[in-house]
């Protein structure tokens, strides 16, 4: 959606809000598409003695794949919206100010850019999730698989000079 700010952008305190759907179902995040529900954004911008300030939230609820046992699984995520808007760049550092195209926001780009941004590069079933046996593949989350736990040849060393050492 695309906001006209025209009634705020020279009175102080003057606030416009708005609520819409952002429709994400077509990104593709490391192969899956994650964002399966619309997303709601809220939210407002207000004049805030000349300074345009963009606030609001973004939810929706994602579908997921875990990466270490690959179970599938939904989880809320809701995203900030915190923007300073401009007519024009004052200070070409600052790229973090949403630019208007007139007096016009473009609200689909920004939310969409702000949420992308705040995607997880990992995702877990839980923050305890066991995975996979690297060995057969049981999903250990579900119990023991079976297998004899791989010991690691250096400590078997050491063990043994140890064992050597007590006689
Ligand atoms: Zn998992
Ligand atoms: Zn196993």
């Not at 399966?36 to 809220?42: C, E, G, K, S, Y």
């Not at 949403?98 to 939310?111: H, P, S």
């Not at 049981?138 to 007590?166: F, I, M, S, T, Y």
Request: proline content about 4%; overall charge negative; aromatic content about 4%.
């Amino acid at each position: 959606m695309r906001l006209d700010l025209q009634e705020i952008i020279y009175t102080p305190d003057a606030q416009k809000t708005f609520q819409f759907q952002l429709d994400l179902s077509d990104l593709d995040f490391y192969g899956y598409k994650p964002v399966t529900h619309p997303i709601l954004v809220q939210g407002s911008v207000t004049n805030h003695a000349g300074a345009l300030v963009l606030e609001g939230t973004m939810e929706t609820q994602l579908d997921l794949v875990c990466d270490r046992c690959g179970k599938e699984f939904s989880r809320k995520k809701v995203v900030k919206l915190d923007s300073l808007v401009a007519q024009e760049l004052e200070d070409e550092e600052n790229d973090d100010i949403l630019l208007l195209e007139g007096t016009e926001l473009d609200l689909d780009q920004a939310a969409s850019e702000a949420f992308v941004l705040a995607m997880d590069t990992k995702n877990l079933c839980s923050d305890d999730c066991k995975g996979l046996c690297a060995k057969c593949g049981a999903n250990l989350n579900l119990g023991p698989c079976g297998c004899k736990p791989e010991v690691d040849p250096r400590l078997a060393a050491l063990a043994q000079l140890l064992d050597n050492d007590a006689e």
